[in-house]
Nanobody, 127 residues
Framework: QLQLVESGGGLVQAGGSLRLSCAAS????????MGWFRQAPGKDREFLAA????????NYADSVRGRFVISRDDAKKMVFLQMSSLQRGDTALYYC????????????????????WGQGTQVTVSS
């Protein structure tokens, strides 16, 4: 059974940076395409970034490309989201998730393909 726990959220001023972490427990982590998502109040969950098994490929949403960078450390069973140039519109609850059915090289973008989710970490950007 895979469990995911996000951390690193907090309050940051506009233009600042944060690094989110997602710690996984369970043996299947290395088989996961890992993704980061966010959900703001009253809005749908939004895909942000994904990284494939073996770190071959990444995908980013247009809204964060060039500002956010996803990475993973399979030895530590962790995935990260480095966020920079944060804006008030980035305020949301941020989640990591695992798609354990993804083939090697696939950085899954479809929310419905992710089976396991963390509880989320709040990011608030102030002006």
């Amino acid at each position: 059974q895979l469990q995911l726990v996000e951390s690193g959220g907090g309050l940051v001023q506009a233009g600042g940076s944060l690094r989110l972490s997602c710690a996984a427990s369970g043996w299947i982590f290395s088989r996961c395409s890992m993704g980061w998502f966010r959900q703001a109040p009253g809005k749908d969950r939004e895909f942000l970034a994904a990284i494939s098994r073996n770190t071959i490929n990444t995908n980013y949403a247009d809204s964060v490309r060039g500002r956010f960078v996803i990475s993973r450390d399979d030895a530590k069973k962790m995935v990260f989201l480095q966020m920079s140039s944060l804006q008030r519109g980035d305020t949301a609850l941020y989640y990591c998730a695992c798609d354990a059915q993804a083939l090697i090289g696939i950085a899954t973008t479809a929310t419905e393909n992710y089976e396991t989710w963390g509880q989320g970490t709040q990011v608030t950007v102030s002006s």
